[in-house]
């Protein structure tokens, strides 16, 4: 199973960026996906998580609002669109699958056997 994000970059505060991530490999009907992002220094965090299997979303407060987590089946692709970015949504962002969710522990990358190299948003 690969993951391959894509679509990082720089804007300013208030601006909008979207990230995806394309799935290969993947075997089995559903999955249970999630976009994590790092900051230097920080610890990881899990910003959006999707159920596929009923298409339930669930975010962290700090994107709440201002994030949408969405995914192509088609297409095997996952996106995260995010608006109204801030200096604090800096970082390296990371897209993650699973076989299922497991509740608030799918906001723990480690959670997920499958991860994706990430790629960089920077807002500045």
């Known amino acids: 199973v690969q993951l391959v994000e894509s679509g990082g970059g720089s804007v300013q505060p208030g601006g909008t960026l979207s990230v995806s991530c394309v799935v290969t490999?993947?075997?089995?009907?559903?999955?249970?996906m999630g976009w994590f992002r790092q900051a230097p220094g920080m610890e990881r965090e899990g910003v959006a998580v999707?159920?596929?299997?009923?298409?339930?979303?669930y975010y962290s407060d700090s994107v709440k609002g201002r994030f949408t987590i969405s995914k192509d089946k088609f297409e095997n692709t996952l996106y995260l669109q995010m608006n109204s970015l801030k200096p604090e949504d800096t970082g390296m962002y990371y897209c993650?699958?699973?076989?299922?969710?497991?509740?608030?522990?799918?906001?723990?990358?480690?959670?997920?056997?499958?991860r994706g190299q990430g790629t960089q948003v920077t807002v500045s």
């Open positions: 490999g993947y075997r089995y009907q559903y999955s249970c």
């Open positions: 993650a699958a699973e076989r299922w969710c497991i509740g608030a522990m799918s906001f723990d990358a480690l959670t997920y056997n499958y």
């Open positions: 999707l159920w596929d299997g009923g298409g339930s979303t």
